[in-house]
């Protein structure tokens, strides 16, 4: 690729060495340094238009004031590690979500049960004891 001739977009690194990469990378390119977008987004001229033309522009011209900082290139052991503690957080969240719920619609049916799992798990286990239940969600 052949380097630019404008003079606004002259390479601000010495003669012979790489010039900087300031492609804005995402999540599922680890591969791609990213800027922070914290700092881009002052310098894109449209505040309504956002495109990519309109972040590359703005991406340039914030690279180019000396100060910009970037998030280093990840290894794949830290996007694996990164990962995993991703799903992890999903699997917790989902875990709430669902005692949640069963909490909620068993108290629609006067069914009181106490924020704890070991008391989620007792409950639901003694469910088919109570009469207040329709026989559906008995054999929940």
Known sequence: MPASSHPEFAPASAPGSAPPRLLDGCDACPH???????????????RTLKNDHNDAEAIATAARQGNMRFVPIKSVEQQA??????????????????????????????????NSD???????ADLDQHAALPGVLGKV
């Open 32 to 46: 791609v340094p990213r800027s922070q977008s914290l700092f881009v987004t002052p310098f894109r001229k449209s």
């Open 81 to 114: 590690r990164l990962a995993w503690h991703r799903v992890r957080e999903g699997y917790k969240t989902e875990a709430l979500a669902i005692g949640n719920r069963l909490r909620g619609l068993l108290a629609e049916f006067g069914i009181v049960i106490a």
């Open 118 to 124: 070991v008391a989620l798990r007792r409950a639901l």
